[in-house]
């Protein structure tokens, strides 16, 4: 078992299409997950501006078309 | 005391090729731009002939050939009339260049040739080359399965290299213009660069973004052409047209395992293993080196190198390009062509010819004064360092 959660090592923002079906600007996050494990995803629920490394991250999973589920991050929020 | 007694024999041998030293004796490139006319067999074939001019050496005289980005090496000796004893082709990748170099070296040394030939021919420009989307290949070609989130291009690699280092380091886009500005002046000098106008750094920013945080002038050029270089032992070297220039010194180093992501390290421990190996054989220091020739696909790949082969401190990169440092007149000019971003997309074989005629003295308005070594530096996750000299050792 994998625990869903990690935090942003960096991130870009594509301004120029390389893919027909994704709209600029999109987000690009380069997430490591505390097993150690690096994925490349988008960010879901907060601002590229927002962005910052070191940023706690937790999967999620976001149905893009009715056949095609990817796994995002969204903002983690730390124990209070 | 005993460098009183040595200094002065090793004076009185300069002209004198020590034995295994290898030299470059001759290098040709083609026009630079978009050539739509020519295939990558034929922008080969033209810088080799320039080479071999250069040199005063005929075809029969190469027995070792590797071509670069020249799809065959069997389709260019039909072409060029070549029955070489040694023959290789290698990837579209740039830092194959320094491996090309330091394999011929190696032959030289070995035996297995005496004179080799690395041509190189791009006509990526006119033959509508893509650097991102599904086509994408870079490095690997492991990145396919990050397609779905829009990740692809060695351009948005870098990026996230640059924001990870401006996280880092408080390394600053302004740092990164530095960078660009500086070789787009030394460009203006260049006869042959592709991209001579300056620009400001009020220009730079204005630029549009491709991958934030790199604009259009982070990016190296894309454009055709082609490049030749010939190295000899440096007995033969002595009696050719030009005076030798000496491979003093190489060394590679890779960081190849989970290199589908950026390097933790931005690569500085392949850096700085081999430059130590480049400048020990060498027999040289940093304080020797009179230019540096840094593979430039990206602003920031400048900014990683300087850190790894120990130009300046871990994250000291951007500050570092921002003092000028490596202007021509300060102390270490950087890519006096305008490297990649703004000569030539010649993918680190127009850096290695830069080197070459900073040492020769040929560069006219962007010389280098008294350039007796260079080191031509690429950062990657196959890592080279090339140390050349005026003198053999």
Redesign the interface.
């Known amino acids: 078992v994998v625990a869903p959660t990690g935090f942003i090592?960096?991130?870009?923002?594509?301004?120029?299409s390389?893919?027909d079906g994704?709209s600029v600007?999109?987000t690009?996050i380069?997430v490591r997950l505390e097993c150690g494990v690096?994925l490349?995803?988008?960010p879901v629920g907060v601002e590229a501006r927002a962005l910052?490394?070191g940023m706690p991250v937790e999967a999620m999973f976001e149905d893009?078309t009715p056949d095609?589920t990817?796994l995002k991050f969204k903002p983690r929020k730390e124990h209070q | 005391m005993i460098d009183a007694l040595v200094i002065p024999a090793l004076k009185g041998r300069k002209t004198m090729a020590r034995s295994g030293s290898v030299a470059l004796v001759g290098v040709g490139h083609t026009r630079y731009g978009k050539l739509p006319e020519y295939d990558a067999y034929d922008l080969g074939l033209w810088a080799l002939k320039e080479a071999l001019a250069d040199s005063g050496l005929r075809f029969e005289d190469i027995d070792g050939l590797i071509v670069n980005r020249i799809p065959d090496y069997q389709r260019f000796c039909e072409i060029a009339g070549l029955n070489p004893s040694y023959v290789s082709t290698t990837p579209g990748q740039g830092r194959f260049s320094g491996i090309c170099i330091e394999t011929a070296t190696a032959l030289i040394r070995g035996g297995l040739a005496t004179t080799v030939a690395l041509v190189y021919g791009n006509n990526g420009r006119s033959g509508g080359d893509r650097y991102?989307?599904?086509g994408?290949t870079y490095g690997s070609g492991g990145g396919g399965q990050?397609?779905?989130?829009?990740?692809?291009?060695p351009g948005?690699f870098h990026?996230?290299?640059a924001?990870?280092h401006m996280?880092?380091y408080g390394t600053t886009a302004d740092q990164l213009g530095a960078v660009a500005k500086t070789f787009r002046d030394h460009a203006a000098l260049n006869p042959s660069a592709v991209m001579r106008t300056p620009f400001t750094l009020a220009d730079y920013h204005a630029s549009?973004?491709?991958?934030?945080?790199?604009h259009l002038l982070d990016y190296c050029l894309i454009n055709d052409g082609g490049v030749a270089l010939i190295l000899t032992s440096g007995e033969r070297a002595c009696d050719l047209a030009q005076p030798p220039v000496y491979v003093r010194g190489c060394g590679m180093a890779t960081a190849l395992t989970?290199s589908t992501?950026?390097p933790d390290d931005f690569w500085r421990e392949p850096m700085r293993k081999a430059a130590d190996t480049s400048f020990r054989v060498a027999g040289a220091s940093r304080d020797d080196i009179s230019a540096l020739m840094i593979y430039d696909n990206f602003t920031p790949t400048v900014l990683f190198s300087l850190e790894g082969f120990g130009y300046c401190g871990e994250g000291e990169g951007g500050s570092f390009a921002a003092e000028g440092h490596l202007a021509l007149g300060a102390r270490y000019p950087a890519n006096t062509s305008g490297g990649h971003l703004s000569e030539s997309y010649m993918q680190g074989w127009a850096l290695n010819l830069e080197a070459v005629l900073q040492i020769r003295g040929k560069c006219g308005e962007r010389q280098v004064k008294d350039c007796a070594f260079a080191h031509y530096m690429a950062a990657a996750p196959v890592v080279t360092s090339i140390i050349y000299g005026r003198d053999p050792s």
Do not use: K
């Open positions: 090592e960096t991130w870009c923002i594509f301004h120029r390389y893919f994704l600007p999109y690009v380069q690096r490349f995803s988008n910052r490394i893009v095609v990817l | 991102g989307g599904t994408d990050w397609f779905a989130y829009g990740m692809t291009s948005a990026a996230l290299m924001r990870r996280g880092l549009r973004y491709i991958c934030e945080p790199l989970n992501f950026p």
